[in-house]
């Protein structure tokens, strides 16, 4: 258990860290329309029933794209929130702070290299890895069991409501991100 006093804030990635790629990639294309059909890949791979590379060549037979083409557009979509990044870094002596993202590893875990993200936080936990979603309350109480911790000392930050209510209905308090138009 944690000896301290401090509160983990646990993030979100995509929303949050960084912007959102999905969603802007389906409008780009004007595929709202085949979001349902589209979304089942994404979170396949964020259970980690399919790797990335065969998220995106199945995204890729919707769009109409080659796979390399839409992994390279994806990655020109992604915007790190430095604001986020810079809290981080200036709130280190006040706060633990994990990562908690649905995500495929083989998709996030490059970025945060790339980016050298990964050392902003204790813990890094990615959906893919765990096989658990949020808002499944067992991904909170991995996290929570892994960071040592209680429930209550965990506030949750993520873009998504359904998934700051999954925090919530075990103890975690929640903030609801929006990130800010420049």
Not at 162 to 167: H, P, S, Y
């Given at each position: 258990?944690?000896?301290?006093?401090?509160?983990?804030?646990i993030?979100d990635?995509f929303?949050?860290?960084?912007?959102e790629v999905?969603?802007?990639?389906?409008d780009?294309?004007g595929?709202?329309?085949?979001y349902?059909?589209?979304?089942?890949?994404?979170?396949?791979a964020?259970?980690?029933?399919?790797?990335y590379r065969?998220e995106?060549?199945?995204?890729?037979?919707?769009s109409?794209?080659d796979?390399?083409?839409?992994?390279?557009?994806w990655?020109s979509?992604l915007?790190?929130?430095?604001h986020?990044v810079?809290f981080?870094q200036?709130?280190?002596?006040?706060?633990?702070?994990?990562?908690?993202?649905?995500?495929?590893?083989?998709?996030?875990?490059?970025?945060?290299?790339?980016?050298?993200?990964?050392?902003l936080?204790?813990?890094?936990?990615?959906?893919?890895?765990?096989r658990?979603?949020?808002?499944?309350?067992?991904?909170?109480?991995?996290?929570v069991q892994?960071l040592?911790?209680?429930?209550?000392?965990?506030?949750?930050?993520?873009?998504?409501a359904?998934?700051?209510?999954?925090?919530k209905?075990?103890g975690?308090?929640?903030?609801?991100?929006?990130?800010?138009?420049?």
């Open positions: 258990m944690v000896m301290d006093n401090k509160k983990f804030l993030f990635f929303g949050v860290i960084s912007s999905f969603n802007i990639w389906l780009r294309h595929l709202n329309s085949r349902n059909e589209a979304i089942q890949f994404t979170r396949r964020d259970r980690g029933e399919i790797s065969e995106i060549s199945a995204l890729a037979k919707i109409g794209q796979p390399e083409v839409l992994h390279a557009e990655m979509i915007k790190i929130n430095q986020i810079d981080i200036s709130n280190r002596n006040k706060y633990h702070f994990a990562l908690l993202s649905n995500s495929s590893a083989d998709f996030v875990r490059p970025i945060l290299n790339k980016y050298q993200l990964e050392g936080f204790e813990h890094v936990f990615i959906s893919s890895e765990l658990l979603v949020k808002p499944n309350q067992d991904i909170f109480w991995t996290a892994s040592q911790t209680t429930p209550e000392n965990c506030i949750m930050i993520d873009d998504k359904e998934n700051i209510e999954g925090a209905s075990i975690m308090g929640g903030i609801v991100y929006s990130i800010p138009k420049e």
